[in-house]
Every structure is written in structure tokens, then in C-alpha cells.
């Protein structure tokens, strides 16, 4: 006669709470967190989410920067995004060696980014020179110069780094106060 078959329900049908590795969520949830967050965290929160770093690649550490925005490492994925404007980037990577005729230009896209804004220093030439340390075209001590964040090193540093730099800088933005807050 009419077999009655039982339906068959799966780890990722509706009816299920948990579905492994995708975080799904309500506006209801979404109105609670709010109201239960600090404004300071909610605020790091976007901003570490959304970091646009300013190209400009130096030396051979730029193109491994170039790597970590192609779709092997894909950075967009992390919100973290190429800009070609100073003015809608708030992460500067100096990556390589900075020439003496390069610098005014570099402290000129610094001025032009938005605050808050910060720097990722990458690369052994753009920490201590590397092989052109005290050479009279190379600046040292860059970070006399811009308030690096994050270090980086290598020579060349892999697009592997790139991202653990950027994971740290997440963290340390996680943790920021703005001045002026008593949260």
C-alpha cells in the first residue's frame, strides 16, 4: 500500500539553530546589541571592519602588497580595501625603502588622509634601511617621522604577513578610545 515516508530534515534546513560557520542574525538581534554596546565599541567596531589602505607600492614589498588584493589572499573579504585617494584611505602602508626626494610627497598624502588614520610599516628597507641602510638618497628612522602601528617584517614580506599585520592593527583599533570619551 502507501508507504508514509518520513521527511528528512537537514543540518541546514530552517528549522535548524546552528548552521557550522554561518553566523545568521535578526533585526531584533541587531536592536538589543545596540542597546547593550558602547558607543566607543560600536564605533571600533565599524572601523576595524572597514579599513581602506592607501596604494602606493615601493619597492619589491609592493608587489607583494599588489599579491594580497588579488583573489588568492583577496583582502576585500577582511573590509579591507585598495584606495587610489589619500582622502578616502585611513591606512597607510609604507612598504619598501623611502627616498630623500620621495618623502615630502608621502608626508603630503599623510596630511591628505582623514583622521583617524594609520601606518603599517612593511618591509625591512622601510623599518631600518635593509641593504640601503645609511645609503644618501635612503631616509632612516622612518618611524621618527609617521606614528607606525604595526611592523612588518621581512624581506620581502609575504602577503601572509600583510594580513597578520592587518589582524593586529584590528586589534589594536578594537581598543582605541577617542580623545574626549568617558565610556
Not at 546589541?33 to 564605533?43: G, S
Not at 588614520?117 to 635593509?130: A, L, N, T
Request: hydrophobic share 35%; proline share 7%.
Amino acid at each position: 500500500m502507501g508507504e508514509v515516508k518520513e521527511k528528512k530534515t537537514s543540518k541546514f534546513d530552517e528549522t535548524s539553530e546552528e548552521i557550522p560557520g554561518v553566523i545568521t542574525t535578526t533585526t531584533s538581534a541587531i536592536h538589543n546589541l545596540l542597546k547593550k554596546t558602547k558607543a566607543q565599541d560600536l564605533i571600533n567596531w565599524g572601523r576595524k571592519n572597514s579599513m581602506w589602505f592607501m596604494t602606493q607600492p615601493m619597492g619589491c614589498c609592493g608587489v607583494e602588497m599588489i599579491a594580497a588584493g588579488c583573489a588568492h589572499y583577496d583582502t576585500d573579504r577582511f573590509g579591507i580595501i585598495p584606495r587610489n585617494s589619500p582622502r578616502h584611505a585611513d591606512v597607510m602602508i609604507i612598504s619598501g625603502y623611502v627616498t630623500k626626494k620621495y618623502l615630502p610627497a608621502l608626508k603630503r598624502l599623510w596630511e591628505q588622509m582623514p583622521a583617524p588614520k594609520w601606518v603599517i610599516c612593511m618591509g625591512d628597507c622601510s623599518i631600518s634601511g635593509g641593504p640601503f641602510y645609511e645609503s644618501y638618497s635612503t631616509v632612516q628612522n622612518i618611524d621618527e617621522i609617521f606614528p607606525i602601528d604595526v611592523y612588518i617584517p621581512g624581506c620581502p614580506p609575504r602577503p601572509e604577513a600583510l594580513l597578520q599585520g592587518f589582524v593586529e592593527l584590528q586589534e589594536k583599533i578594537k581598543a582605541k578610545k577617542d580623545r574626549g570619551t568617558d565610556y
